[in-house]
């Protein structure tokens, strides 16, 4: 099922289950989170105190996509209402308590060590410390998630690596939809970022 339906459903199923009575309900909202998957869940956010199944399905309420690995979105209460009236919720049920606006972090950005330079004195001292993470290559011809962002605005789209390179450097990609090469800096195996002023 396409993203957007699935949203959209569950959106429909937090509409169909009834209020319980007159009892508020609250959305208790953290002030920082962090998350792993590529969307932001209501109840990734705060602590929901709803009864049963409304509960439940308020916190599955998609409100976004998620930060790219080593990235932060802040979201204020205002959005998050936007958010759920678009779903077709009635925020004049909702009580929200706690913090006004939540900063949500993505997952670590990955950590990147270079090898030393050949006829670098220090590489083998380099190769013999225990425990020091090995570089991670991409290779050429990876398919990744590309985004650009400039402002508050990111698109979304698919490229292939047109070279190696290691994760935290910039690589050439050649966008799936436009055919156009272009460099972006790696954030992970999967997850390549253009930031535009």
Known sequence: MPRTLAT????????????????????NLHERVQIDGDRILLGQLADIDAVGERAEALATVSVGPA???????????????????????DCGALTFTGAEQVTVAGPPAATVAFAPAAGDPSAADAANV???????????????????????????????????????A?????????????????????????TRE
């Open 130 to 168: 225990p425990g020091a993470p090995a570089p991670i290559v991409v290779p050429r011809g990876t398919r990744v998630r590309l985004a650009v962002e400039c402002g508050a605005v990111r698109v979304l789209a698919d490229a292939t690596t047109q070279e190696d390179a290691a994760v935290g």
């Open 67 to 89: 930060p790219l690995p080593g990235r932060e979105r802040t979201l204020t209460v205002g959005y998050l209402k936007l958010r759920l009236r678009r779903c077709g919720i």
């Open 8 to 27: 959209c459903a569950v959106c429909l199923a937090v509409l169909a289950l009834p209020a319980a009575g007159c009892r508020a309900e609250i959305i």
């Open 170 to 194: 910039l690589v050439r990609l050649r966008v799936e939809q436009t055919r156009e090469t272009v460099s972006a800096q790696l954030l992970s195996p999967t997850q390549a970022l253009i």
